[in-house]
């Protein structure tokens, strides 16, 4: 990989100088944690040096600097990737968002706000509600920064109804790999003009340029919600029972699905036991979870009573209401802490964030779980049913690291060509990164990878920004740490 | 058939309270109310001894037109009846109070074997209305139930598991008994859609300080409390500690332990 | 009612026939202090026999009365024959007040006989004030969640009864005094008594869930993200050779047991060392550790009011300050052994 140059005492001094000694880090001073995201099954790979960097000023400094002196540079944000994106597999220096983290401006008249990139997404939404606002993207991740929600396209459990982040940028501040700022987009909400840059930028994962600031849409926020929680005997009659519920004309914010074995691992761990195990004296196995939203009560019983009769029909042992504040913050906080209880319990971890049309996922469930007992290591799922994007974490707490590496592959290799054959997606919403280029091409064929690869060429000549992602492919690498 | 009563409170989500750093008065303003959490947990031990042994949860509560809310969340939770003590009159009464005008309408509504309340609550949490009711009430008083062993209804006598201090006690009480529960075992319940709809539409009986028979008007409200708030002060706040400010985490957290040294 | 015709400030001894729950002592040693101001005499009751050394301590808080009572139904603890002897006793002598200490015995019995007799009863007082204009005791207390003080009075009526956690107030032996013995005979018949004890079982110690006496306390807040963060705070406990306390919310969202609570309504602790993570310093916590001799603070907000109650303050995530702590003791650890 002599493609690129290490970091010089002189480049580190200039870079110093650019962002001031605070913020700069370089060699042991680097944080170990800079050296992987929350999948460090996919590689360390520690810095030369980080950057804390605060304005799109600085940004354009520092790449000019490092496009001249080919110094790979990789953007990082909260560093709560799941797929090795902020990672830098090439070396170089990591330029870090998490200092640009102020909500610039509201403008109420048309319905957005302006932030730059560092903010954290639970720190959007909740500044957005105390404004009367909605910023509807919800990915399970709330403490990853809206820049990397956007590089990722990040999804979230309310993209049944409201779309995923995609829909909610109309503009933003780019800062080219040779260091030029151009701003992309407008604050209106239709544009037929040209080459919509703006949407190449979303979830190009940090390859193209570098996302300095962003104005994101506004929805007035929804007067009252509700969650009916239905549980049924086994995943596969919770998944049936999608297609009818979407069938229903209800417009739910969200369908979820878990399954018992991840409810359980979550009461043991967080002592909160919100999810009845017995219903009406049967054990449930899985359950779905159906968000409705409305202006008033009157509105939402209704589509209440309609879930219900096809809950029940779908052979749901009940319809259970969460509809006070205290049930709500329950069954939400036992469902964000899902990954976390899979990632505390399990010592070796790898995932899929596959889309499957929605018919196909209890199908997909079953063959994976299949292929998993083969390769004997097990599974643990939950996700966003109602569009079909799965969370599947492949786990083990016996088998030595590369053993399970080995396995994990062939169940890998297995699942994704499943996928491609049901017609699905690599990914949902935690994105390519480096570990998912494989998958990535065999999905998408060898032409559409190759104008991808183009199309980096073109933003980046130098190869600089992020190499070594998503459709971008190097011999060597940096040495693994 | 178990007689069984529940009382609960609406509380305003203190978590959520905030100061007027001008003032130095409550913000109460889009503080959520919400059902007394160890209220739910007394809920559920009530509902639960009616499941097995048969019988009939009444919730009572007292407070203003909205408290009607934390009903109606007993009613989803298989409450059968709810009863609302609404009055201008009732306010600002303490436990002693509180307890009377409870007793006061509960006369009304039958003779209860089992009483129900949570162990404290968010807000006043003096955690005497237990105690205070088992008064009022004539009752046993059997606070911190683990678990309900048993109810014989024939002998009129409850056995359950208490935790102490230092261990778990068994005990054996005469009913009427008055219940408060550990957490630990009486989990709330997600209501299911039926109980829920009729729970928003159901009827809650409601009291004034008319439509209790023979209520003294001095043991009510103010006039009723012995306990008065004369003042209250935001907390004082003494000098800041000292701020390390080293530069960097692994910074700080160096000379804290070097400041520390000798007590590490 | 006259209130100048109750006298005296009584605290009720509670015992085990060998040993005084120390929280008596703490409350006579404070009740002491109110009776200087008052110019009340202060009394100690004591239900059935007490040995003497134990006896000793009581007198060693400068009581003045000691007030002796038995008869049949005080064998073992029962709150219907309790309530029945202080409402007799109170209604016989006429105290101006009568503490009680805040264990589970005192708290279910003491309210019960202010209802009896009709008087005010407080509890979970953390300060004691005698107010010599209107000759009533303020007992000052957090409340809405310790976000403000309360000050809270029994203007009208007597005795002026209040349960005190254990723990609150110091026992500070302030020399003995003349003293007289009052003994008192009043039955409860043991048929009248509704509740018997059929077993009971002493807890399989979890010394984990005793914070009381700990030289050390990690102490976990609002900040914490949920009871998976609770690993690394553990460990940390253990590096220190401590134990994780909480604070009242987080014992509310179901992630840590009551007993671990610290503060008003839950355990006073007096560590050497207290580390508090993203605790935000509402007062209802902080009166339980101002008898801690260090105190260290995290939290992510730099206006918290824990900041005003420690001795060093760090600004910072809470998971990743414990992370650094973690690193730094195990780092230390190797080298020692090395």
Redesign the interface.
């Known amino acids: 990989m002599a493609k690129y140059n290490r970091l010089t005492p002189d480049v580190a001094d200039r870079l110093q100088a650019i962002v001031g000694k605070q913020r700069f880090f370089a060699g042991s001073a680097v944080k170990p944690d800079y050296a992987h995201d929350e999948m460090p099954i996919y590689g360390r790979y520690l810095p030369e040096a980080v950057c804390l960097a605060e304005t799109t000023e600085e940004i354009s400094e520092i790449m000019k600097l490092c496009n001249d002196r080919k110094i790979p540079v990789t953007v990082r944000g909260a560093g709560t990737g799941l797929v090795g994106g902020c990672v830098p597999v090439h070396g170089g220096i990591v330029l870090s968002t998490e200092r640009m983290n102020r909500i610039l401006e509201y403008d109420m008249r048309n319905l957005c706000v302006r932030i730059q990139p560092g903010v954290l997404l639970c720190d959007l939404a909740a500044d957005a509600l105390a404004h009367g606002v909605m910023y509807p993207p919800d990915p399970g991740e709330k403490t990853a920064t809206v820049g990397g929600n956007v590089s990722t396209n990040a999804g979230g459990m309310k993209a049944v109804k409201y779309g995923v982040t995609r829909d909610y940028v109309m503009a933003m501040t780019v800062v080219l790999p040779n260091g030029e700022i151009i701003k992309l987009g407008k604050s209106v909400c239709k544009t037929s003009s040209g080459y919509s840059l703006l949407h190449l930028m979303v979830g190009s994962e940090g390859t193209l340029g570098i996302i300095t600031e962003l104005t994101l849409k506004l929805i007035p926020k929804p007067e009252k919600d509700v969650t009916l929680m239905l549980p049924f005997h086994d995943i596969a009659t919770a998944i049936a029972a999608v297609p009818s519920i979407k069938l229903a004309n209800l417009d739910p914010q969200s369908i979820e699905f878990a399954e018992r074995d991840v409810i359980d691992s979550s009461a043991e761990f967080t002592g909160n036991h919100i999810f009845p195990t017995v219903v009406n004296g049967k054990e449930a196995g899985a359950y779905i979870l159906v968000t409705l939203v409305g202006n008033n009560e009157q509105e939402l019983l209704p589509k209440m009573d309609r879930l219900g009769e096809v809950a029940e029909k779908a052979g749901a042992y009940d319809t259970l209401v969460i509809w006070t504040d205290t049930l709500k913050k329950d069954v939400w906080a036992a469902r964000s802490a899902f990954l976390t209880v899979i990632e505390a319990q399990s010592k070796l971890l790898d995932e899929m964030d596959v889309v499957v049309p929605v018919d196909k996922i209890a199908p997909f469930l079953v063959y994976v779980h299949e292929e998993a007992d083969k390769q004997g290591v097990y599974i643990k799922s939950f996700g966003h049913a109602g569009d079909g994007n799965l969370h599947i974490y492949c786990c083990s707490n016996d088998l030595e690291e590369e053993e399970f590496k080995r396995r994990v592959k062939k169940l890998m290799d297995a699942s994704y060509a499943k996928c491609t054959e049901f017609e699905g997606q690599v990914s949902g919403e935690h994105a390519i990164g480096h570990a998912k280029k494989q998958y990535l091409r065999e999905s998408v064929g060898d032409t559409a990878y190759a104008i991808m690869g183009q199309i980096k060429t073109v933003f980046d000549p130098n190869e600089i920004l992020n190499p070594g992602k998503v459709c971008h492919d190097l011999e060597g690498g940096a040495e693994a740490c | 058939m178990l007689n069984i009563l529940c009382c609960v409170k609406q509380v305003p989500d203190v978590n959520l309270v905030k100061i007027d750093p001008e003032t130095g008065s409550l913000i109460r303003q889009g503080v959520p109310a919400i059902l007394n959490p160890l209220d739910a947990n007394a809920l559920e031990a009530a509902v639960m001894t009616k499941e097995r042994y048969g019988g009939k949860v009444t919730c009572i509560t007292m407070g203003p037109d909205m408290a009607e809310e934390a009903l109606r969340e007993c009613l989803a939770a298989g409450a059968e009846q709810a009863v609302l003590l609404s009055d201008r009159a009732f306010a600002n009464a303490d436990t002693l109070a509180t307890s009377y005008v409870i007793i006061s309408a509960a006369k009304e509504l039958g003779k209860f074997d089992l009483i129900f309340c949570g162990k404290e609550s968010l807000d006043g949490a003096t955690g005497q209305m237990a105690s205070q009711l088992a008064e009022r009430f004539d009752a046993s008083l059997l606070s911190g139930v683990l678990t309900l062993c048993e109810v014989d209804e024939s002998k009129k006598l409850v056995t359950v598991e208490r935790e102490l201090e230092n261990g778990i006690e068994k005990t054996e009480a005469r009913l009427p008994a008055l219940i408060t529960v550990e957490k630990t075992n009486f989990h709330p319940r997600i209501p299911n859609l039926k109980n829920w709809k009729a729970s928003r539409t159901a009827e809650i009986l409601r009291f004034n300080s008319k439509t209790i028979p023979d209520l003294d008007p001095a043991q009510i409200g103010d006039p009723g409390s012995p306990t008065k708030v004369p003042r209250t002060y935001p907390p004082e706040v003494g000098e800041s500690g000292f701020i390390l400010q080293e530069g960097s985490p692994e910074k700080d957290v160096d000379k804290l332990f070097a400041l520390l040294e000798g007590i590490v | 009612m006259k209130k100048t015709d109750y006298r005296d400030m009584w605290v009720y001894i509670e015992h085990d026939g060998k040993k005084i729950h120390p929280v008596s002592l703490e409350l006579c040693s404070e009740a002491r202090k109110l009776c200087e101001a008052s110019g009340d005499a202060l009394a100690a009751v004591i239900v059935n026999d007490l040995p003497q050394e134990e006896l000793d301590k009581v007198l060693e808080a400068g009581v003045e009365k000691l007030i002796f009572v038995s008869g049949e139904g005080y064998e073992t603890f029962s709150?219907?024959a309790y309530?029945h002897l202080f409402t007799e006793l109170c209604k016989k002598y006429m105290p101006s007040a009568v503490f009680v200490g805040g264990?589970?015995a005192g708290?279910?019995?003491?309210?019960?006989f202010?209802?009896?007799l009709?008087?005010?009863?407080?509890?979970?007082a953390t300060q004691l004030i005698y107010n010599e204009k209107t000759g009533d005791i303020?007992f000052v207390e957090?409340?809405?969640?310790?976000?403000?003080?309360?000050?809270?009075?029994?203007?009208?009526?007597r005795p002026q009864v209040g349960t005190i956690r254990p723990g609150t107030f110091k026992y500070q032996p302030s020399g003995r005094r003349e003293h007289e013995i009052i003994r008192e005979r009043i039955g409860f018949p043991v048929d009248q008594i509704?509740?018997?004890?059929?077993?009971?079982?002493?807890?399989d110690l979890d010394d984990s869930l005793n914070i009381a006496d700990a030289e050390?306390i990690v102490c976990v807040g609002?900040g914490i993200k949920?009871?998976?963060a609770l690993?690394r705070y553990r460990k940390l406990a253990s590096l220190?050779n401590g134990k994780v306390g909480c604070t009242r919310?987080v014992f509310?969202?179901?992630?840590l047991?009551?007993k671990l609570v610290i503060g008003?309504?839950g355990v006073v602790v007096k560590p050497?060392?207290y580390l508090a993570f993203g605790v935000s310093g509402a007062?209802?916590h902080?009166t339980g550790i101002t008898d801690s001799?260090?105190?260290?603070?995290v939290n992510k907000d730099?206006d918290a009011?824990i900041?005003?109650?420690?001795?060093?303050?760090?600004?910072?995530?809470m998971d990743?300050?414990c992370d650094?702590?973690i690193g730094?003791?195990e780092a230390k650890k190797t080298e020692d052994a090395s």
């Open positions: 709150v219907d309530t264990t589970i708290r279910d019995f003491a309210p019960r202010a209802c009896r009709l008087t005010g009863c407080t509890s979970d303020e957090p409340a809405v969640g310790g976000k403000m003080m309360a000050v809270i009075t029994v203007p009208e009526l509704r509740t018997k004890v059929l077993s009971f079982t002493a807890e050390v609002s949920g009871a998976d690993p220190l919310p509310d969202r179901g992630i047991p009551f008003q309504s050497k060392l007062v209802n902080v001799d260090k105190v260290v603070a730099p009011a900041f005003h109650y420690c001795d060093y303050g760090i600004v910072g995530d990743e300050i650094l702590m730094h003791l």
